[in-house]
């Protein structure tokens, strides 16, 4: 389930940068652009949170 998770991120961030790509480009319109730019911060958000928490709990420091 997790892999699978994780697959479909990966599609995501892929389709994404695309669009931003395709913004740049002059090929999208500004909405793509929007929508990519909030998912890529959702996901800048979600791996600093990671990052966060894998570092507040360390099992070795208790």
Avoid: C
């Amino acid at each position: 389930m997790v892999s699978e998770t994780n697959d479909l991120k990966n599609v995501i961030d892929i389709v994404s940068a695309g669009v931003a790509f395709g913004t740049m480009a002059q090929v999208l319109p500004t909405v793509a652009a929007v929508a990519s730019l909030v998912w890529t911060l959702i996901r800048i958000g979600e791996w600093a949170y990671a990052k966060w928490q894998k570092r507040q709990f360390n099992p070795l420091d208790h």
